[in-house]
Structure formats: C-alpha cells, structure tokens
C-alpha cells in the first residue's frame, strides 16, 4: 500500500496527478468487502451480498492461512474481472505489472495451498514460505524494486523487465512461468471463479493484454531465462 501511495496511484481523478482508476477500483472492492466481512462476523445481521464477502467471513470464523489467500483472493479476482475495462485504459508497462501482481499473489497462495504445485519436490518447505503472517511474502509480492514511483510510466516493458532484480527473475521465468496455466486452472477452482481460467493463454497473462501488445515486439513475458532460471526449472520441476 506504500506503494501505492507513493506512486500516486489512489490519488482523487480529479487531482492535478490523477490517479489510477484501476487500481482505485481493484483497492476500493478488497477494503469494501472485508469491511462487510467483518460487520457481518460483529453480528451487525443480513447475508453476505457476493461470494468474496462469504470468504472474508469463512476466514473470519475459522483463520488459517489458505482461507485468508481464498477472502483476500477472491476479492482481487472478482475486481480484476469487474473492471478489465479500466485496466485496458492503462500504459502496456501498467497492464503487464497489473498481470505480473496477479501472477504473484496466485502463487503466493498455491504455497500454501497446493504445495506441490507451487514447489514440485519441495513441496514441504512452501506452507512457511507463503505464509501471509511471515515477511517472505512481502518478497513475492513486491513490484516496489522494478517500478518507479511515479504514474503513468507508459508503454516501455522492456527497461523495466530488463532491470527486474535477479530473485525476481529467478521466481517468475525460473519457478512460475513453467506452471503457470496449472496455476490458472487449479486457482479458478480453488476460488470457485472459472472466469479466471480465460486470464491465461498458452503460458501468457491475458488479463488487458493482447495480440496488439506482442506486436509492439520483446514479448516480456517469455524473456531468456538466466542461468539460475535455467537451473531452477530442472530442480523445481
């Protein structure tokens, strides 16, 4: 969230440096959701008026990890799906990052929630690792080390893919990009959103992303690996 603010995406739209009416409404939909969560859980009475509100008060009954990933999830993914037309309205470098942020925090889940998945042979070692009570999280989700904090930034991927920090190459082209259509498919059941499933084509986020950003060349999203990426998807295979 200090992020956010430092690159002044949640400012007012009407503000000298408007803000981003994305992430506006991707934030406004998480806060609102766990808000009614928790006056429903406060015996504030009604029902819960979508299926995210229902996880936030599943996680709320009984915490553990995999359903704080499921409440806080859900929330995200409805309002991906919610708002794709404000995502389209982003720079091409915004939309891969809005991927990217997607693309991490699935994962992060899947840690704790489908070890396996997320860490093949070191599956034992992914509950701690994903764990949102633990820092290592904050690595996985970070952006803050590539993006600059300003808005917009525009349509120039590759100085920022290019610049990504060796650990985050590591994870992204190393030990997600090979599952990440089972990632896609084993999160929309997870959630119970099957819409999820269409983010994803043949290895690539789709999510505001088309033919039309691949034609502008260096497609970011199949980079040469490093050698240590190269090495990471032999071991975590």
Same mark, same amino acid.
């Given at each position: 969230?200090?992020? /956010?603010?430092?690159?002044?995406?949640?400012?007012?739209?009407?503000?000298?440096?408007?803000?981003?009416? %994305?992430?506006?409404?991707?934030?406004?939909?998480?806060? &609102?959701?766990?808000?009614?969560?928790?006056?429903?859980?406060?015996?504030?009475?009604?029902?819960?008026?979508?299926?995210?509100? /229902?996880?936030?008060?599943?996680?709320?009954?009984?915490?553990?990890?995999?359903? %704080?990933?499921?409440? &806080?999830?859900?929330?995200?993914?409805?309002? *991906?799906?919610?708002? /794709?037309?404000?995502?389209? /309205?982003?720079?091409?470098?915004?939309?891969?990052? @809005?991927?990217?942020?997607?693309?991490?925090?699935? *994962?992060? &889940?899947?840690?704790?929630?489908?070890?396996?998945?997320?860490?093949?042979?070191?599956?034992?070692?992914?509950?701690?690792?994903?764990?949102?009570?633990?820092?290592?999280?904050?690595?996985?989700?970070?952006?803050?080390? +590539?993006?600059?904090?300003? *808005?917009?930034?525009?349509?120039?991927?590759?100085?920022?893919?290019?610049?990504? &920090?060796?650990? $985050?190459?590591?994870?992204?082209? $190393? +030990?997600?990009?090979?599952?990440?259509?089972?990632?896609?498919?084993?999160?929309?059941?997870?959630?119970? @959103?099957?819409?999820?499933?269409?983010?994803?084509?043949? $290895?690539?986020?789709?999510?505001?992303?088309?033919?039309?950003?691949?034609?502008?060349?260096?497609?970011? %999203?199949?980079?040469?690996?490093?050698?240590?990426?190269?090495?990471?998807?032999?071991?975590?295979?």
């Amino acid at each position: 969230m200090s992020w /956010q603010l430092r690159r002044g995406l949640l400012e007012p739209l009407n503000a000298a440096a408007p803000g981003s009416p %994305w992430w506006r409404a991707v934030n406004a939909r998480l806060l &609102h959701d766990t808000a009614e969560a928790r006056a429903l859980f406060d015996g504030l009475g009604g029902s819960p008026s979508s299926d995210s509100v /229902q996880a936030g008060l599943e996680f709320a009954l009984r915490p553990n990890a995999r359903r %704080w990933y499921r409440a &806080h999830n859900h929330s995200i993914v409805s309002a *991906y799906l919610a708002h /794709q037309d404000l995502a389209e /309205q982003e720079g091409r470098v915004e939309r891969f990052f @809005i991927n990217l942020a997607l693309v991490r925090v699935l *994962y992060a &889940h899947a840690l704790v929630a489908a070890p396996r998945l997320a860490l093949g042979p070191f599956a034992p070692v992914a509950p701690p690792l994903g764990d949102p009570r633990l820092g290592m999280t904050a690595i996985f989700l970070s952006l803050s080390r +590539v993006l600059p904090a300003t *808005y917009p930034v525009g349509d120039d991927v590759r100085r920022f893919v290019d610049d990504e &920090h060796s650990f $985050g190459h590591l994870l992204d082209v $190393g +030990v997600i990009q090979p599952r990440i259509d089972r990632l896609y498919r084993w999160s929309a059941d997870e959630l119970g @959103i099957p819409d999820l499933r269409s983010l994803v084509s043949e $290895g690539v986020p789709s999510y505001a992303w088309g033919r039309s950003d691949d034609a502008l060349g260096h497609d970011p %999203w199949r980079p040469q690996p490093s050698r240590t990426a190269r090495l990471a998807r032999a071991v975590v295979r």
